[in-house]
């Protein structure tokens, strides 16, 4: 079945760790985000993507990066510059950059703990 | 700059009961579109419905339907005869645009979270 897979599910990151969180699509959207959620929180945009070798600062990009070298793929750098990167990662994706009546479909989601 | 309001941090439901989830959005669009997910404990986001602002009708799927009251800029979610496995967070969320290269995001609400009482 076509879906978005994030992993790990858990991840726990030391003090000056850089840590990657993996999400691959098979459903060849055009679109891939990522987003942070924190307790009691909606979803907030880190990075987003309309193309392969293209993406975008989202609201909350800072101390985050990420690559989009192959259309199904688009991991997410969480660096030591992200003082407060406990929350929970979600990746979604979007057959167009433009959403019309289309749904976000999005992966289990990786959370993300500081040691 | 869109916004969505959902005032009801948790919302409380007898099994087979109707509910009604709030949703609130202010925007300048005159074409926007609505989304609701619901996220069980697991942490996914279901896609449950949709509703765009030039939809003539109310959106129904299934046991979800939406109350779309445009004028004033409502779009509340009704889920009838609730089941336990409905018991999870529920996300309002609006289109907004990201760039003039046509990119669009979702925008969310804080949510609501529901407890379907047996």
């Known amino acids: 079945d076509g879906g978005i897979t994030q992993s790990p599910k858990y991840l726990f990151r030391k003090e000056g760790q850089n840590v990657t969180l993996s999400c691959e699509q098979n459903?060849?959207?055009?679109?891939m985000y990522w987003y942070r959620q924190d307790p009691g929180q909606g979803l907030r945009l880190i990075y987003y993507s309309q193309i392969v070798n293209d993406f975008q600062k989202g609201d909350i990009a800072e101390g985050y990066s990420v690559s989009r070298e192959k259309k199904e793929s688009f991991p997410l750098t969480v660096t030591s510059a992200q003082k407060n990167p406990t929350a929970f990662y979600l990746c979604?994706?979007?057959?167009?950059?433009?959403?019309?009546?289309?749904?976000?479909?999005f992966g289990d989601g990786t959370r993300l703990s500081i040691l | 700059a869109q916004k969505i309001t959902q005032t009801q941090p948790g919302m409380f439901v007898q099994e087979k009961e109707a509910v009604t989830l709030d949703c609130t959005y202010d925007?300048?669009?005159?074409?926007?579109?609505l989304f609701w997910y619901k996220q069980p404990s697991s942490g996914e986001m279901i896609f449950l419905i949709y509703?765009?602002?030039?939809?003539?009708q109310n959106a129904t799927e299934g046991r979800y339907s939406l109350n779309f009251q445009k004028a004033r800029k409502s779009a509340n979610l009704v889920i009838s005869a609730s089941q336990l496995g409905d018991s999870a967070m529920y996300f309002c969320?609006?289109?907004?645009?990201?760039?003039?290269?046509?990119?669009?995001?979702?925008?969310f609400g804080k949510g609501t979270k529901l407890t379907v009482n047996p």
């Open positions: 979604a994706s979007s057959p167009r950059r433009t959403l019309l009546n289309q749904p976000q479909h």
């Open positions: 459903l060849n959207h055009d679109a």
């Open positions: 969320a609006m289109r907004e645009a990201l760039t003039q290269g046509g990119s669009e995001k979702l925008v």
């Open positions: 925007t300048s669009d005159q074409s926007y579109g």
């Open positions: 509703q765009g602002s030039y939809d003539e």
